[in-house]
């Protein structure tokens, strides 16, 4: 058996886009995390941790591996992507359905894509 300890995320600008990702989530980054470091570890509650690392190429194709995120606070899938698309992500394929299941995959500002999916609110049946 193993753990996922960390998710790892090439970057250009690792604490650029970890400050992106800390103020989409409301996770910290690390108390010794400073501009211009290699590596940069976005503190999650518990592990899998998300890492950001530097890599000398950019990216050019679609990612192998993205993130399923949802909106928590009340927030729906769409208020969310609203949200996300005012802190600097782009709407990449937007797979809303009329009946109100689908995501939206985005790209944050480095071009990684990510999906935001309905909340468990929206998910759940209505009572």
Known sequence: ??????VTIDAADPYEIA????R????????????????????TKQDPFLLFIRVPEGKTVKN????DVNGTEGRTRDEEVERL????ASVFDDRRQPDGTGWVTMRDP???EFCVCR????????V
Not at 24 to 43: H, K, S, V
Not at 85 to 88: A, N, S, T, V
């Open 1 to 6: 058996m193993i753990e996922i300890h960390a």
């Open 19 to 22: 400050s992106w990702w800390s």
């Open 24 to 43: 989409a989530t409301g996770l910290p980054l690390g108390d010794d995390d400073n501009p211009g470091d290699d590596e940069i570890m976005l503190r």
């Open 64 to 67: 192998r591996v993205h993130l």
């Open 85 to 88: 698309i005012g802190l600097g």
């Open 110 to 112: 480095e071009g990684n």
């Open 119 to 126: 909340s468990q609110a929206e998910r759940e049946p209505a």
